[in-house]
């Protein structure tokens, strides 16, 4: 399905490779941020968030490293496979009622 | 199993009538929100609700109404559908406002 843009940046992988999405975001106050995955046709999926007293966090084959002085945030993703291939979001929580989605990054993992 | 539904999934419609795009989460989340996301421009909000009784205009609100009667229940409804409403629309949950959100599958609609 079409649920996500045509002209997104792309990260094309090698399967078994680490990835790297980077997020540049806009507001210094933010103080929450999050990472979503959106495979073709489904909605946006919860993969890790971090705190702005933190600066990196790590779950299961994910990092998220996050760069207050430069208000950038980063995935990192530990051998790559071909089932994490989708859109990937940052979002930041400038500390508002509701989250600001960056445009996404499409990742494609070759076999 | 507990999460966010949407319905339909998908629906044709044509342009001019009223439809309303549903959506229930069993969480007991207390905020909630609509998106609409096309081609090239991302997810972008239509309105949202901090908690049952309030309701919030988001970034692209016109030809749009929501309800927040009750803590599980966000209808989305179009008064009278124009092609440009033409879009896949995601419903969203958050314990409180500005918690990490929860997505529901999505409801692709075509207005012809």
């Known amino acids: 399905g079409e649920s996500v843009g045509l002209h997104l940046p792309t990260l094309s992988v090698q399967e078994g490779d680490n990835s790297i999405i980077n997020c540049a975001y806009s507001n210094s106050a933010s103080d929450y941020f999050i990472w979503y995955k959106q495979e073709s046709g489904k909605g946006p999926q919860f993969i890790i968030d971090?705190?702005?007293?933190?600066d990196k966090r790590q779950g299961q084959r994910v990092t998220v490293l996050l760069n207050k002085t430069v208000k950038h945030l980063s995935l990192q993703i530990a051998a790559t496979q071909p089932g994490d291939s989708a859109v990937y979001f940052c979002?930041?929580?400038?500390?508002?009622?509701?989250?600001?989605f960056g445009g996404g990054t499409r990742l494609m993992v070759k076999p | 199993i507990a999460g966010i539904t949407q319905a339909p999934t998908s629906q044709i419609l044509a342009a001019g009538r009223r439809m309303t795009l549903r959506c229930t989460q069993d969480m007991r989340h207390n905020a909630m929100y609509w998106y609409r996301q096309d081609l090239g421009l991302g997810l972008r909000l239509i309105h949202y609700?901090?908690?049952?009784?309030?309701?919030g205009k988001g970034e692209v609100p016109d030809g749009y109404s929501v309800s927040r009667a009750n803590t599980d229940d966000f209808p989305l409804t179009l008064a009278s559908a124009v092609p440009s409403q033409t879009s896949v629309y995601f419903c969203a949950s958050a314990r409180d406002p500005g918690d990490g959100y929860t997505f529901g599958s999505g409801t692709r609609l075509t207005v012809v």
């Open positions: 979002a930041e929580n400038n500390a508002g009622n509701m989250l600001t």
């Open positions: 609700s901090n908690t049952a009784g309030t309701t």
């Open positions: 971090i705190r702005s007293n933190m």
